[in-house]
């Protein structure tokens, strides 16, 4: 099993940025690969990246490459997600997600593939 914590949310103006971090505790091969979703109230929960840790290969959402960037330090079993030029539709609960096992899903950002999740961190931006 994997425990996740995220950290580093916060409340930004339109245009500010902010660094999420994620530690992942437990077994490390529960952690294979690991990503970033967020959830705005009364939507469904969406992928906006993700990391394969042994190779460093990352993906993105269509709509959130070059605005963000997601890194991993193995040292430190933490994943970090850089948010830039944030918008008010960024507004979200940032949930950090890990997989066991890397596959074609978690390329695509699909929820189902990661195992566990951790509690959520808030980024709220306001115009």
């Known amino acids: 099993q994997a425990q996740l914590v995220e950290s580093g949310g916060g409340s930004v103006q339109a245009g500010g940025s902010l660094r999420l971090s994620c530690v992942a505790s437990?077994?490390?091969?529960?952690?294979?690969?690991m990503g970033w979703f967020r959830q705005a109230p009364g939507k469904e929960r969406e992928g906006v990246a993700a990391?394969?840790?042994?190779?460093?290969?990352?993906y993105y959402a269509a709509s959130e490459k070059g605005r963000c960037t997601i890194s991993h330090d193995n040292d430190k079993n933490t994943v970090n997600l850089e948010l830039n030029s944030l918008k008010p539709h960024d507004t979200a609960m940032y949930y950090c997600g890990a997989a066991c096992r890397f596959s074609q899903a978690v390329t695509d950002l699909g929820e189902r593939a990661f195992d566990y999740w951790g509690q959520g961190t808030q980024v709220t931006v306001s115009s």
């Open positions: 990391i394969y840790r042994p190779g460093g290969s990352t």
């Open positions: 437990g077994n490390p091969y529960s952690s294979n690969s």
